[in-house]
């Protein structure tokens, strides 16, 4: 990595802190902002939808937020004893500036990096495993994959280079109309072909060979996606970049990101489940007509209506995630979208390893490695074994050896029997499961995503996850659409669907 580049990332992440200002002194004044705008989800998604609405609106306007469950939706911890661990989303990549940004506004922490050593399962005996000496790594993927492994970092690093961009477009307040045509803006029709082909088709053309994917590629595809490497090429990159190290978290649970922006944008969070979502029109005193979206919701304490300017819907409009009926609309809105949402099972198992069933010879007590990911291997019944850690890490805290009773994570598809359990552990405390339909099923070619307008002021947050699953991807989305909806209301079209302005803008800065 450059210098140059540092730099220039160097100033974007200064320029986001300016976004606010920037906003509000460009708004026109000549049209009245919104009175009330509702975000329906209190995810990630949806709480950075709040905060950069407040941003590009302003302090007058109404904001309600809807939410039936709990604030952070696949953000979520469980605790066990005395500690809390992740159940979701775990861990952030250090060029995600977006989720920087969040933490510094909110005064949050990182959460205290504990070392770590990764190894490689085939299903029979550990392929891999990782050495405290950076050389000793290096050479031994040399002699096995050649530069393999070195030139996956520079790919990687070419796709998030050119994503990067995403940054400069929406620091000078430009925004677009649909996730092609953000993929177009970053990385020309290079990334749409990413899109429209599988992550194995792009790599064995640039050359990697098929067991350098086997082996290396596909654990972290399962780790983070819970697919293999024939998902498409840009979801495959932004996986690999799992790979990078400086992998972060957020000091008691990456989950106070989503309550710290709801409370610091003056959010209303309304806990209630919203049902429909149709067009009505309304006249004022003065004889003028205006259109509103009714939005009609249900809960244990409260079931009504209300009526807004602005809506963003910011919760996957698929099968099994939700029941919203749309009334009203020409063109008619779809209550679901083609696809489906893939299958994670993260079970939380408090309890002794049984290291025999990772055909290790070591002992328990030598036994250090926290992260084993899987191979893409028939029958294999989990992506990933994890020891994890509290998400609030305690003075003096070490991770125990794998000959001690502690919390180790389970990524599967499937929910594990009592059997399966019995093979990986000698022993157990406690049990927890949760099932997450926790990102799409990718499989290209890359059908063409949901829109981001699903209406005149009707927004849809969401569909950027069919181009890739993450929390910076969420929060890249949800700064798209509070400016997209800002220069809609004030007639600002200059300001969506550019091309090319990257090399300007490096001009600017």
């Keep these: ?15 986001l802190c300016q976004t ?23 995810g990630i998604g949806g709480t950075a939808a709040v905060y950069f609405l407040r941003e590009e609106f302003g302090a007058g306007v109404k904001i309600d937020v809807f939410e039936p469950g709990t604030i952070g939706g696949r953000l979520a911890t469980e605790k066990i004893g005395d500690n809390e661990y992740e159940t979701g989303g775990s861990v952030i990549h250090p060029l995600n500036l977006h989720m920087k940004h969040f933490i510094e506004k909110l005064g949050i922490s990182q959460r205290k990096d504990v070392p ?14 990782e050495s405290d000496w950076f050389i000793v790594n290096f050479l031994r993927l040399l002699w096995r994959y050649g530069f393999n492994f070195l030139r996956m970092h520079m790919w990687v690093e070419s796709v998030l280079d050119k994503f990067m961009r995403i940054y400069q477009y929406q620091q000078f307040g430009y925004s677009f109309s649909s996730v092609e045509k953000l993929l177009h803006a970053m990385g020309g029709d290079g990334f749409l072909v990413l899109a429209n082909q599988t992550l194995e088709e792009a790599m064995l053309g640039e050359g990697f060979s098929q067991s350098f994917l086997n082996d290396i590629v596909a654990p972290f595809t399962r780790v983070n996606y819970g697919q293999s490497v024939r998902i498409n090429g840009f979801v ?23 309550t710290g922006l709801l409370y610091h944008s003056k959010a209303e969070l309304i806990p209630t489940r919203v049902t429909a979502i149709s067009v009505k029109v309304r006249h004022s005193k003065s004889g003028s007509t205006g259109s509103f979206y009714e939005v009609n919701y249900i ?23 939700s029941d919203i009926t749309f009334a009203g609309f020409s063109p008619p809105i ?176």
């Design 236 to 258: 495959g990159a932004v996986s690999l970049a799992g790979a990078d190290p400086g992998l972060w978290a957020v000091d008691g649970g990456n989950k106070r990101v989503c």
């Design 1 to 15: 990595m450059t210098l140059k580049t540092l730099s220039v990332r160097a100033l974007l992440f200064l320029g």
């Design 20 to 42: 606010g200002r920037r906003s509000l002194a460009s708004a026109p004044e000549l049209k009245e902002p919104p009175k009330r705008i509702a975000v329906v989800g209190a």
């Design 299 to 321: 809960g244990d304490s409260a079931t009504g209506h209300s009526l807004y300017d602005i809506v963003i819907i910011a919760t996957p409009l698929h099968q099994e995630k």
């Design 116 to 129: 770590s050593k990764m190894a490689i399962f085939d299903g029979k005996e550990l392929t891999f495993e």
């Design 334 to 509: 779809p209550s679901h979208y083609p696809g489906r949402y893939h299958q994670t099972v993260s079970t939380l198992v408090h309890g002794l390893l049984n290291v025999s069933f990772l055909g290790t010879t070591e002992q328990p007590s030598q036994f250090r490695v926290s992260d084993i990911f899987t191979t893409d291997t028939k029958g294999s019944i989990i992506n990933s074994l994890s020891s994890i850690d509290p998400v609030h890490i305690p003075p003096s805290y070490t991770r125990p050896p794998a000959s001690h009773s502690k919390v180790w994570k389970v990524l599967s598809h499937q929910p594990l029997s009592q059997e399966q359990l019995h093979s990986m552990f000698l022993s157990w405390d406690s049990v927890s499961e949760t099932r997450w339909l926790a990102y799409p099923s990718y499989r290209p070619p890359h059908r063409r995503t949901p829109p981001f307008i699903l209406h005149d002021r009707l927004y849809y947050l969401n569909a950027v996850e069919w181009a890739a699953s993450a929390m910076e991807m969420s929060a890249i989305s949800a700064r798209n659409l509070a400016l997209l909806a800002h220069h809609r209301w004030y007639n600002q079209m200059s300001k969506i669907d550019q091309e090319d302005l990257h090399t300007r803008l490096r001009g600017e800065l």
